[in-house]
């Protein structure tokens, strides 16, 4: 099975040339790897010698096709790729933004780059949980098709179950590393994708595949060693709350070495635990309900002041103008009134409050700055976007589109998406995690529950203009939309 690791031992072997390694991709390397999609261990390494003999092949095609593709100029100069950067909030709902019209949280920054943004006030992502939604963003491949569908490998835990106890157990650790191998070593991200154009990519924040080198990173905070207390990011953690200075670092030497990047910023920000500066808090308790709330509600600004240093950082250390800026959340919160805690209907869950986030992608004279209140769009949908714009060809494997395209994001009828349990139920098969799918089309969404699963569910209906917090199941009185919806999930997956 051809792996991102060989596309990187084929640089090597092409003395570091990124087209031969580009045409060796494009040649085979991403349908094999896509192909494993679904698929079973033991399918696998059948075909293992068939597709490293076509490999060897594709690689010597590459190598002497170079010279003609060279002469043909049909190679972009790579000093002039944009530096890709993603800012991903952790656990904030969709409207818990000023520019999203929050009436006390403020978030300048965040604000500002909406203004010079393409942004979409209707983006979603397809699991409203952590883990797959990170290998979303990362991947451009929905939950069922990249396979990580849950926060932590089986076997099931009790609720109760201290996960740094359970991260320290051998045979648990065993596991862990069994599931990684069987889903990061094997996906394509985009840093995988970046790599042979001759970008360097860095992991800051969130991580929970392991080392970040795993997931095609050059470089990252994060360790991901179980035995130093890896799960889902550990030391990458520290970005954000405890300042910018490994990505001022990275940026600096990407621009000295005139090299392009790829920076994923994940701070854990503003997950809990919620421990803003008193200052913020301060602010924050004499206009929310509660104290609970308030320390979430100056999470937000925090992290919101977190990504106008970053942007200093990126127009100060390197060239603001080449850099596309992606913003997205990875799932929703709704924090109680008298905990820190996720309230029903957020987080973990089918509805707005787990499922929405603003979607905005930032070039400077390159994207004209605009707010798409209209249509549907998904977090799917960034990893086509970004080879688009760094004038790659598009993957049909992908099932998301260019966002800059408006002809194909109006022409879209309906957005999916998949609810998986917080543990993952089994090794490599996702049906086994299921719990809700979900569709939308035009302001019409419906939710289908898994009745193995959730037999006590019920179909669900909602009217999101006329109902933005889904307080009227409009499933009764719409028999026929329910049906027809109904059909085009089934006929989505599985
Ligand atoms: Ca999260």
């Not at 543990?423 to 939710?447: C, F, H, V």
Request: net charge negative.
């Amino acid at each position: 099975m051809l792996t991102t690791k060989d596309f990187h031992r084929a640089r090597a072997q092409t003395n570091g040339d990124s087209q031969a390694c580009v045409a060796l991709q494009n040649c085979g390397g991403r349908k094999l790897r896509h192909s494993r999609l679904n698929r079973r261990p033991f399918q696998l390494s059948c075909k293992r010698l068939a597709f490293e003999r076509l490999a060897r092949l594709m690689l010597w095609m590459a190598v002497a096709m170079t010279p003609a593709l060279q002469a043909a100029g049909q190679q972009p100069g790579a000093d002039k790729r944009p530096n890709v950067v993603f800012i991903i909030s952790d656990d904030q709902a969709w409207n818990d933004y000023s520019f999203m019209g929050h009436a006390h949280i403020e978030t300048p920054k965040l604000d500002q780059l909406a203004a010079e943004s393409l942004v979409f006030t209707r983006g979603y992502v397809p699991d409203s949980l952590c883990r797959p939604s990170l290998a979303t963003i990362i991947s451009g491949l929905y939950p069922h098709q990249h396979g990580i569908v849950g926060n932590d490998p089986p076997p099931n835990q009790a609720a109760s179950t201290a996960r740094g106890r359970l991260y320290r157990n051998p045979e648990y650790q065993a596991v862990v590393e069994e599931y990684l191998r069987l889903h990061i070593d094997r996906l394509e991200t985009l840093p995988d994708r970046l790599a042979p154009l001759g970008y360097r990519s860095f992991q800051t924040g969130k991580w929970w595949e392991g080392s970040p080198s795993r997931g095609g990173f050059d470089d990252g905070m994060t360790h991901g060693d179980v035995n130093r207390g890896g799960r889902h990011g550990d030391l990458g953690l520290k970005i954000g709350r405890e300042g910018m200075q490994p990505i001022t670092r990275f940026v600096r030497e990407c621009a000295q070495d005139q090299v392009p990047y790829f920076l994923w910023y994940a701070p854990f920000m503003p997950h809990t635990p919620h421990t803003p500066p008193a200052r913020l808090l301060d602010k924050y308790r004499e206009l929310a309900p509660t104290v609970p709330i308030a320390k979430y509600w100056a999470m937000c600004e925090w992290f919101d002041e977190t990504v106008g240093e970053l942007r200093q950082v990126i127009a100060t250390e390197s060239d603001p103008n080449n850099t596309i800026i992606v913003y997205v959340c990875d799932n929703g919160w709704i924090n109680q009134r008298e905990a820190s805690r996720y309230a029903p209907r957020s987080k973990r869950t089918q509805y707005e409050g787990g499922i929405r986030t603003p979607i905005m992608v930032h070039w400077p004279g390159r994207i004209a700055p605009r707010q798409d209140d209209q249509h549907a769009v998904c977090s799917i949908d960034i990893v086509p976007t970004m080879l688009q714009l760094i004038g790659q060809p598009q993957d049909p494997e992908l099932p998301g589109i260019d966002l800059t395209n408006t002809a194909k994001v109006a022409a879209r009828q309906v957005l999916f998406g998949e609810i998986f349990e917080h543990d993952i139920q089994s090794m490599d098969d996702p049906r086994t995690s299921l719990l809700y799918r979900w569709a939308i089309e035009g302001n019409m969404k419906l939710i289908v529950p898994n009745s193995e699963r959730v037999p006590q569910a019920a179909v669900e209906l909602f009217d999101l203009q006329n109902d933005p917090w889904e307080e009227h199941d409009l499933a009764a009185s719409q028999p026929e939309l329910v049906n027809r919806l109904t059909e085009a999930i089934n006929a989505w997956w599985p």
